[in-house]
């Protein structure tokens, strides 16, 4: 499972969670507040804000359960329009977290003592030539 945790900055940190913390994260819902220490954040209190599964489906709050539903949408989150008063059938997958997720979007509500940048640096990338 990999997580975003975003700053109010604007800054968002990625990195992928271990086996052994996804269990933490099933059957929470989104806009829950977690204690950070649950996905390695310690210190921090850290909103959810939203995730998406293994097929790119993005989660959407207002959609009950875990399951992966066909929805009529008319904007928001999974779906883009230029035409004003569009609307369309739309796969979206509930507003709780199950092994499905792959990606978990979530905000900082109250920073710890540690800046987020020093508890998941960067990865070096390595150049090849």
Same mark, same amino acid.
């Given at each position: 499972?990999? @997580? =975003?945790?975003?700053?109010?900055?604007g800054?968002?940190?990625?990195?992928?969670?271990p086996?052994?913390?996804?269990a /933490? $994260?099933?059957? *929470? *819902?989104?806009?829950?507040?977690i204690?950070?220490?649950?996905?390695?954040?310690a &210190?921090?209190t850290?909103t $959810?804000?939203g995730?998406?599964?293994?097929? &790119?489906?993005p989660?959407r709050?207002?959609?009950?359960?875990? !399951?992966?539903?066909? =929805?009529l949408?008319? !904007?928001? @989150?999974?779906? +883009?329009? +230029?035409?004003? &008063? !569009?609307?369309?059938?739309?796969? @979206?997958? &509930?507003?709780?977290?199950? =092994?499905?997720?792959?990606?978990v /979007?979530?905000? =900082? +509500?109250? !920073?710890?003592?540690t800046? $987020?940048?020093? $508890?998941?640096?960067?990865?070096?990338?390595?150049e090849?030539?």
């Amino acid at each position: 499972m990999r @997580v =975003v945790i975003s700053e109010s900055s604007g800054k968002s940190y990625q990195f992928e969670l271990p086996k052994d913390r996804e269990a /933490n $994260l099933i059957g *929470k *819902k989104i806009g829950e507040e977690i204690d950070g220490n649950l996905i390695g954040a310690a &210190g921090y209190t850290v909103t $959810l804000t939203g995730g998406s599964d293994n097929s &790119g489906f993005p989660m959407r709050e207002e959609i009950h359960g875990s !399951a992966k539903k066909m =929805v009529l949408l008319s !904007a928001g @989150v999974g779906f +883009k329009t +230029k035409d004003g &008063g !569009a609307r369309k059938r739309r796969y @979206v997958r &509930g507003n709780t977290y199950s =092994v499905e997720i792959i990606q978990v /979007n979530s905000q =900082v +509500k109250n !920073a710890g003592p540690t800046p $987020l940048d020093q $508890l998941f640096p960067k990865a070096e990338k390595k150049e090849n030539k």
